[in-house]
């Protein structure tokens, strides 16, 4: 059975966001023509494709097998409408483009996005920029000093567009001589340890301390760093704790030699984005960054679904 392209594009934002209602404001459309698109797409693929899990959605394995190529085939076809550059187009290309990134989203892409760029347009320079969080999100994309964001839980903004990339879950970094690596962590374990958080802004508590409580237990937080990777550095000769994004767990601390482990209790993960300014819809070669991005970070969830 055929399968409607717009149908394609309320499944990849389902399976992007999780929930009917976000993906409903992400294509703003009502959330009763959203699901009643969705219960077209279960019977057409005769499959549930989402279920129920506790508050919200699980992907049911098919969704899950389908979800890189349905990205792929509505990302082409949104490229298709915006009028995507030709091949010799982005090879003769002199531009440069600047990107608001945290270490989050750079770990991502790594070296593997900018060997695609050197590959295909050698002419193109990317220049990567920490967030300034004192101008506010969104403040440099609409005033034009830069091309692109990718940001972390990015909340819903009516003046620019958005793509969410990746989903991916919290675990927790420690040392491989710390006590926490030696068995499964339970909740008293983990609110036992001395904790380093994560924060630009210097916070010293999150979503964690919540959890905790709500079980009558406290974590003590030492210290706060700004980045993930400071992060990781700081735990390679200290008996911290932190916790951080699973997938560059399994790519950057395995490899400093720290050890991952799962959080026992439900703590949310984080969902990346990359967000642009309307006037760069029509841009074929604006499009075709944005395409380089969503197909780099894919390589990720792609390895994921396959792992």
Known sequence: MSVDLNL???LDAVLAEGSVSAAARELHLSIPATSRALGRLRRALDDPLLVRSG???TP???????????HA??????????GTAAADEVSTLRRSFAVLADDVALALLSGRFLAGIRADAPGVTVRFLAPDPARGHG????EGLADLE????????????????????????????????ASPVTAEDLAGADHLEISDQG?????LDALLQARGLHRKVVASVPTVLAALLTLLDSDLVAVAPALLAARHAQALGLHAFAIPVPLKGIRVSQLWHPRHD??????????????????????????
Do not use: Y
Request: proline share 6%; hydrophobic share 45%; charged share 25%.
């Open 8 to 10: 394609l594009v309320v």
């Open 55 to 57: 508050r919200g959605l």
């Open 60 to 70: 049911t394995a098919r969704a899950l097998a389908l979800r890189p190529r349905v």
């Open 73 to 82: 085939l509505v990302q082409e076809a949104r490229l298709l409408t915006a």
């Open 139 to 142: 403040v440099a994309l609409r």
């Open 150 to 181: 990718l940001r972390v839980n990015a909340r819903r903004d009516p003046d620019l567009r958005g793509q969410g990339l990746l989903r991916d879950q919290l675990v927790g970094i420690v040392h491989p001589r710390h006590p926490l690596a």
């Open 203 to 207: 916070e010293l508590t999150g979503p």
């Open 282 to 307: 029509a841009d074929p070669t604006h499009a075709w960054l944005r395409t380089r991005i969503s197909e780099t970070i894919r390589v990720f969830e792609t390895a994921r679904v396959d792992g």
